[in-house]
């Protein structure tokens, strides 16, 4: 794959909100907004990219494992994928514990020395890299096409404002966070409505007392 040509892989973005739009508490509790028939549909999604990424905040604060588990088990595990530039992620997280059960590759302007000696894949960027750079890198050193992206806001919201979502998987609980809860999509720096990313729906169903909406960009 040629590097300045190479297609940027594909976007997915999962978001696990209440009713008014929050992925977590503000103390960061997540687990769990959504019921267990949404968590049954991120496993299949899962298992239908090619990698799954979180951001640092995620990472640090949930410890995710992000494994794809399949009944049959899929024979082979997609990528795990954290956007770390500043590092805050540590070796001893669940991700770099667990490199038996499939790859992990950290994006990352720090040094990682220590997640390399664990077996993780190191990919290289600036400190100030968008995330646009960060899934060019991604494909570049990892051959992925297709990430889920499942948050936490922060990444959400830079995926947003650089146009990299190609669709959105959005699970919405009955239930109610408050203005003090975490957004599911972080600033924006929006000033005007015209400037607003839309979507078009594609798809909406109820998943046990949750509901399961898709969408993809509204010019699309
Ligand atoms: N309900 C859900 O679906 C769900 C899903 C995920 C998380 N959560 C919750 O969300 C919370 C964490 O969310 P969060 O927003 O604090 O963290 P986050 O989005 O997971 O991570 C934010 C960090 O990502 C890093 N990052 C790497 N590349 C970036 C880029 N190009 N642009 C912007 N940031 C980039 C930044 O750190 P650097 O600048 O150092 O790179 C940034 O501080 C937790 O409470 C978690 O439980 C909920």
New binding site residues.
């Given amino acids: 794959m040629s590097g300045a040509l190479a297609r940027l892989p594909m976007v997915t973005l ?4 209440s009713l008014d739009g929050r ?2 508490t503000a103390g ?3 687990r769990w ?1 959504t019921g267990e028939a949404a968590r049954a549909e991120v496993q299949a999604l899962r298992s239908r990219h090619d990698a799954t990424a ?6 640090v ?2 410890d995710p494992l992000l494994t794809a588990r399949a009944d049959p088990p899929l024979r082979r595990q997609p990528w795990r994928v954290v ?6 992620v540590g070796p001893s997280a669940r991700l770099f514990q667990s490199l038996a059960e499939g790859p992990v590759a950290l ?1 990352t302007a720090g040094e990682a020395s220590a997640f390399a000696a664990l077996g993780a894949t190191i990919i290289g960027c600036g400190r100030d ?3 646009t750079a ?1 899934l060019a890198a991604l494909g570049q050193a990892t051959g992925v096409q297709t990430v889920l992206v ?9 995926l947003v404002a650089e146009g990299c979502v190609d669709r959105l998987e959005w699970f919405r609980a009955p239930l109610l966070l408050g203005a003090e809860g ?1 957004s ?1 999509i ?1 600033p924006l720096g929006l000033e005007r409505l015209i400037e607003a990313r839309r979507f078009r729906r594609i798809g909406i169903r109820e998943l046990g007392d949750d509901i399961h909406e898709t969408y993809v960009p509204a010019h699309a």
Avoid at 14 to 17: D, E, F, I
Avoid at 54 to 59: N, Q, S
Wanted: net charge positive.
């Fill in positions: 999962k978001l696990a909100t992925i977590a960061g509790e997540s907004i979180v951001g640092a905040g995620t990472a604060q949930d956007f770390d530039r500043r590092l805050r994006i890299a968008t995330a960060m499942e948050g936490g806001g922060v990444l959400a919201a830079a975490r599911a972080g």
